[in-house]
């Protein structure tokens, strides 16, 4: 089972970046999918969820400028960034499981963003 995160990249701070994660069909109508990050030294954190009835929520250091969202059709969920900020510099990793907080569920390999000041 694969999840794959594309659309990292290098940006100046105040851009924009989409991130796309594609999984399997079936893991959009059956888990939760979320974004993660993790920044050199330091913990990876939650960024962002979506239930598979669409329902969303945010990390406080990413509320009104990043917005997940999927498309089922498309097997395929996305982060969009606005207003990037030096410390939202990490790599993003697209996770896919019934209990987000558990320990088991799915991880994609990672893409690297890099905002420059």
């Known amino acids: 089972v694969q999840l794959v995160e594309s659309g990292g990249g290098l940006v100046q701070a105040g851009g924009s970046l989409r991130l796309s994660c594609v999984a399997p069909?079936?893991?959009?109508?059956?888990?939760?999918m979320a974004w993660y990050r993790q920044a050199p030294g330091k913990q990876r954190e939650l960024v962002a969820r979506i239930t598979k009835a669409g329902s969303t929520n945010y990390a406080d250091s990413v509320k009104g400028r990043f917005t997940i969202s999927k498309d089922n059709t498309r097997s395929t969920m996305y982060l969009q960034m606005n207003n990037l900020k030096p410390e939202d510099t990490a790599v993003y990793y697209c996770?896919?499981?019934?209990?987000?907080?558990?320990?088991?569920?799915?991880w994609g390999q990672g893409t690297q963003v890099t905002v420059s000041s």
């Open positions: 069909r079936s893991f959009f109508s059956i888990y939760t």
């Open positions: 996770r896919a499981a019934l209990l987000i907080e558990s320990s088991l569920g799915f």
